[in-house]
T-cell receptor, first 114, second 114 residues
């Protein structure tokens, strides 16, 4: 069965600092990979996804993620964090023949210091 | 951007009661999903629905659960006899064309079973 691990439950960064959120997955083949963000009172919003091709994926709001097959990782990065980025971030995987049967990680709550 | 709408945002029910959670997917979308998140746990896939049939369902989606598209706009999740452990945030989602399309999530219904 597939699984997703987000090792960091909480992360605090200063505004303007760089950010990296970690995600590791376990799956027999290369899955589809996703990052979602959830702000308070909001639904889950897709930041970016990887299906195939270029392993560095650009998303919305200045985020990017890099798929590293050898490390089974799909870490999310942003070069300069804004206060509005404070939210909960979820990594997710899906089988590549059922791209919306997502298995989510436990989430990382990002706090941004002024 | 178009939105998936869920009502109510918070529902309280007594154990053993039936509850119906309502969702209005984006109007031209064809694939519909329910996910849930128990407090402190991961977001979990429940069911996918297409062409008036369940496409996939998880182990969580037992005989107590059912889904329906009663008209051209609503997509409902019914829990026949609620249990305490059904307390969770329930997210509806939809995609336009297929299982590998971008999932649009609603903001969720928080179900509290007392």
């Amino acid at each position: 069965a597939q699984s997703v691990t987000q090792p960091d439950i909480h992360i605090t960064v200063s505004e303007g600092a760089s950010l990296e959120l970690r995600c590791n997955y376990s799956y027999g083949a290369t899955p589809y990979l996703f990052w979602y963000v959830q702000s308070p009172g909001q639904g889950l919003q897709l930041l970016l996804k990887y299906f195939s091709g270029d392993t560095l994926v650009q998303g919305i709001k200045g985020f990017e993620a890099e798929f590293k097959r050898s490390q089974s990782s799909f870490n999310l990065r942003k070069p300069s964090v804004h206060w509005s980025d404070a939210a909960e971030y979820f990594c997710a995987v899906a089988p590549n023949n059922a791209g919306n049967m997502l298995t989510f990680g436990g989430g990382t709550r990002l706090m941004v210091k002024p | 951007e178009p939105e998936v709408t869920q009502t109510p945002s918070h529902q309280v029910t007594q154990m053993g009661q039936e509850v119906i959670l309502r969702c209005v997917p984006i109007s031209n979308h064809l694939y519909f999903y329910w996910y849930r998140q128990i407090l402190g746990q991961k977001v979990e896939f429940l069911v996918s629905f297409y062409n008036n049939e369940i496409s996939e369902k998880s182990e969580i989606f037992d005989d107590q659960f059912s889904v329906e598209r009663p008209d051209g706009s609503n997509f409902t999740l019914k829990i026949r006899s609620t249990k305490l452990e059904d307390s969770a945030m329930y997210f509806c989602a939809s995609t336009k064309l297929g299982p590998n399309e971008k999932l649009f999530f609603g903001s969720g219904t928080q179900l509290s079973v007392l």
